[in-house]
């Protein structure tokens, strides 16, 4: 096994540090967050950390560098209080990339890509039309992560549309069956397979 | 599509709810997460909330409930500011998930799984022996989470070991090789596939 120590990481290349670094934690969930301004113009970025914070109410968290690339999304959601999250099919992985690039704010990644907006209820914000699921969120909170100055974004579930396909009588998404990737590290996209779903786990005797 | 609104999701019952908001968010990081009690007894937790928050310094989050099941991986790391993260193996996600099972403190779930205690360094928490990849971590800063009483728990990566296969000549590490799984939902394992990473994005002319 390779070995990396805390001093080993602070003199690594940042190039080399920033790839270990992504890669390291495991599989993250691959989404396009689309967002509009208060002029119109429409937004839409890839992320990979959005996270489960709970179910009841439906809340989920991702992380944020307000200084750095996705600050229109930022902008956006705090100022009309919505935000979507959108997952992405294996056709689409090519664009959704691309959404990783720097486009002044004026630009619509959505003319950059072939990925289409969709606007429905009272979201104040584009859902990728076809993708397999949407959710349209609100803003709820930010709490600043002082360590490294960056934002974990607290959204709230407003709606949430899921493929028929996907979803089981007892409530469970599987996600292999709407063609939704994965992420590994910060520019490499994996298709998983289901192997096994377990049952509640109870203490052997 | 099958459509939910915030009014639904209140109204489900309470395992339909868990399961659909738990995997509705996309894949999840499956690891294993190590820790040791003042008293030297071991503890392992499957958690699959691990997130990079940032490479340098190199810090992880993840999220935790403390009035619920894994407050022994808590305490032990508030006591001794140590924890492992473990990767989990194809072959190992049934001992991997059984660790969920709510064991007394004073049995380990390293006891009650083929997994095997591993320390090195000055970790003073257990690695999982033969994980694909290790992390020693401290345990840095926690931020509460009000909306729904959890903690997102912030440490470092003071000592980071991964198999040689893994680790690109960039620094990425390209977890397929490692038979690392992914989670979909609170049960569902996965295993992906690489289908292909992409280079830095410029916006096109």
Same mark, same amino acid.
């Given at each position: 096994?390779?070995?990396?120590?805390?001093?080993?990481?602070?003199?690594?290349?940042?190039?080399?540090? *920033?790839?270990?670094?992504?890669?390291?934690?495991?599989?993250?969930?691959?989404?396009?967050?689309?967002?509009?301004?208060?002029?119109?113009?429409?937004?839409?970025?890839?992320?990979?950390?959005?996270?489960?914070?709970?179910?009841? +109410?439906?809340?989920?968290?991702?992380?944020?560098?307000?200084?750095?690339?996705?600050?229109?999304? @930022?902008?956006?959601?705090?100022?009309?209080?919505?935000?979507?999250?959108?997952?992405?099919?294996?056709?689409?992985?090519?664009?959704?990339?691309?959404?990783? #690039?720097?486009?002044?704010?004026?630009?619509?990644?959505?003319?950059?890509? /072939?990925?289409?907006?969709?606007?429905?209820?009272?979201?104040? #914000?584009?859902?990728?039309?076809?993708? +397999?699921?949407?959710?349209?969120?609100? @803003?709820?909170?930010?709490?600043?992560?002082?360590?490294?100055?960056? *934002?974990?974004?607290?959204?709230?579930?407003?709606?949430?549309?899921?493929?028929?396909?996907?979803?089981?009588?007892?409530?469970?998404?599987?996600?292999?069956?709407?063609?939704?990737?994965?992420?590994?590290? *910060?520019?490499? /996209? #994996?298709?998983?397979?289901?192997?096994?779903?377990?049952? /509640?786990?109870?203490?052997?005797?």
């Amino acid at each position: 096994m390779k070995h990396f120590s805390k001093e080993d990481i602070k003199k690594m290349s940042s190039i080399f540090r *920033l790839n270990m670094i992504n890669s390291c934690t495991g599989y993250k969930s691959a989404n396009l967050i689309g967002t509009q301004s208060e002029n119109g113009s429409t937004n839409l970025a890839v992320f990979n950390s959005v996270t489960h914070l709970g179910s009841n +109410p439906p809340l989920i968290g991702f992380i944020l560098r307000p200084t750095t690339v996705p600050r229109h999304t @930022y902008q956006n959601m705090k100022n009309n209080g919505f935000f979507t999250i959108n997952h992405i099919h294996k056709s689409q992985i090519e664009d959704a990339h691309h959404t990783s #690039a720097k486009y002044p704010e004026e630009v619509s990644e959505f003319d950059q890509t /072939y990925f289409t907006e969709e606007f429905k209820k009272e979201i104040k #914000a584009p859902f990728v039309k076809n993708a +397999p699921l949407q959710m349209g969120c609100s @803003y709820v909170n930010e709490y600043y992560i002082k360590e490294n100055d960056t *934002l974990m974004i607290v959204g709230q579930i407003e709606h949430l549309f899921i493929n028929d396909d996907m979803l089981h009588e007892d409530g469970w998404v599987q996600l292999d069956k709407g063609g939704v990737v994965t992420i590994n590290g *910060l520019d490499g /996209y #994996a298709i998983p397979k289901m192997i096994e779903r377990f049952p /509640y786990q109870r203490p052997k005797n």
